[in-house]
């Protein structure tokens, strides 16, 4: 079959397993031509396949050597349709892995349930005896829960009062794009219950309490959740939103982590990370036009990162040997070069003065309309998107 970008707005449901391989290729690359890494044997990934879970499980294996267990929820490829590009990637980090004789076990299933945890649990006395890093990184737009079976979906949507904002409309294959106006309503606060059960700290908790009474904790045991805070621009939306809220509670699952498993040498620590394109940021509204102007900063100041380095910095200067950029809640400062004041102070006045006419001199959209096309193995040079692949590569 040829494969093609088949989009609507900022969703692709297409992807390319040779462009997915070569993306996972690249950070490999990326990672083993930095210094190596200290840390981690074995780890488990909770959310591996794509963005800031895919980087740290790269990190992880290709930087620090560990041995990885990878969990994320990803759409199988039949002979007539691609596979989501988390099947690619995981395909791909699964034959590299093994090539390099580093052992990798990756299950493609729900992880707020049981019995995956379960499977993670055999799968790490198989073969592993423990783990010392647990990476959580799930972004996820539901959950059924494994006690009550009641379902949520979580929502994007501000507290307490409407907001309208401004909005980057922009047509991905072509470029072609426009700013304009939206208007999101507040949530109820059945949708922020919802929220919080999808994106907070519950599950994160339920992981640690099996993988503890399964006794497959190394003394040395750290675990990391990820969270984003972002500026006052996307405050309304993000922080103070729905989104926010539930984020709340995955820091208060972080302290209530440290009180409970503590006496057994388990630190858990939240790590603010960077605004970066994937799936999951690029369905808030919003985000996009305040990364497009934040990344056209970033890259003129010479800090912009990506996954990889960004994630790679975080194993190399905050998570081995111990965190040192930490604020008052504790959590870890990746956001550093993101909230850089200077930088801030420019992304603010673009926003002011930011519209349809002159959002290409003011924002990085091809920048960031080529990071999307790539979250999907699209945009590469060297892949001939014209030649015939099967949807389904051989393994091994
Ligand atoms: P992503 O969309 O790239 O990846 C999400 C991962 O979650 C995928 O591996 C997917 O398969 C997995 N997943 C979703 N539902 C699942 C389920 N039910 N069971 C198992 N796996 C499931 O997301 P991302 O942007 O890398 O986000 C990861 C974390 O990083 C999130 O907590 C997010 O809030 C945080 N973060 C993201 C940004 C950003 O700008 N993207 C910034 C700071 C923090």
């Known amino acids: 079959m040829i494969i093609k970008p088949r989009i609507r707005g900022f969703i692709c449901t297409t992807a390319h397993p040779i462009g997915c391989a070569k993306n996972v290729q ?57 596979g989501s590009a988390g099947w690619y990637n995981n395909a791909a980090f699964d034959r590299l892995a093994s090539s390099a004789n580093l052992f990798s076990h990756t299950i493609n299933d729900d992880a707020f349930a049981d019995h995956t945890k379960t499977a993670v649990i055999e799968a790490i006395r198989n073969n592993l005896g423990s783990i010392d890093l647990l990476i959580y990184s799930l972004a996820a ?48 606060d059945e949708e922020i219950r919802a929220t919080t ?76 990370l960077k605004a970066v394109v994937t799936q999951a940021s690029t369905a808030i509204p919003v985000v996009p036009l305040y990364f497009s102007i934040l990344f056209q900063e970033m890259k003129s100041e010479g800090t912009h990162e990506d996954c990889i380095d960004h994630i790679h910095r975080l194993f190399q200067e905050q998570l081995y040997p111990e965190p040192s950029r930490v604020d008052d809640s504790g959590r870890i400062r990746m956001d550093n070069f993101e909230l850089d004041e200077a930088v801030q102070a420019r992304v603010a006045k673009s926003w002011e003065r930011i519209n349809s006419e002159n959002v290409h001199e003011l924002a990085d959209v091809s920048g960031f309309q080529a990071d999307f096309l790539r979250l999907f193995g699209f945009g590469h040079p060297e892949v001939n998107y014209d030649a015939e692949v099967s949807p389904v590569p051989l393994q091994g």
């Open 197 to 272: 059960a999808v994106m907070g700290g519950e599950d994160w908790e339920y992981w640690i309490e099996a993988l503890s009474e399964a006794d497959v904790l190394a003394p040395n045991f750290r675990t990391v959740a990820y969270t984003y805070l972002g500026n006052e621009l996307t405050w309304p939306i993000y922080r103070g939103g729905t989104i926010g809220k539930a984020k709340e509670h995955l820091d208060e699952t972080c302290h209530k982590l440290n009180t409970r498993f503590g006496q057994s040498g388990c630190k858990a620590f939240i790590a603010v």
């Open 26 to 82: 690249d950070q490999v690359n990326y990672v083993r031509g930095r210094p190596q890494l200290t840390g981690s044997s074995n780890a488990l990934i909770v959310g591996c396949s794509a963005g800031y879970g895919l980087a740290s499980r790269i990190s992880a294996a290709f930087g620090c050597g560990a041995n990885t267990i990878g969990v994320s929820f990803e759409k199988d490829p039949t002979e007539r349709k691609t």
């Open 141 to 188: 737009p539901i959950r059924t829960h494994p006690k009550s079976d009641e379902v949520f979906r979580s929502s994007i949507k501000p507290i307490g009062q409407s907001m309208s904002s401004r909005t980057l409309k922009l047509d991905v294959l072509t470029g072609n794009c426009e700013v304009s106006e939206i208007d999101i309503d507040a949530a109820t």
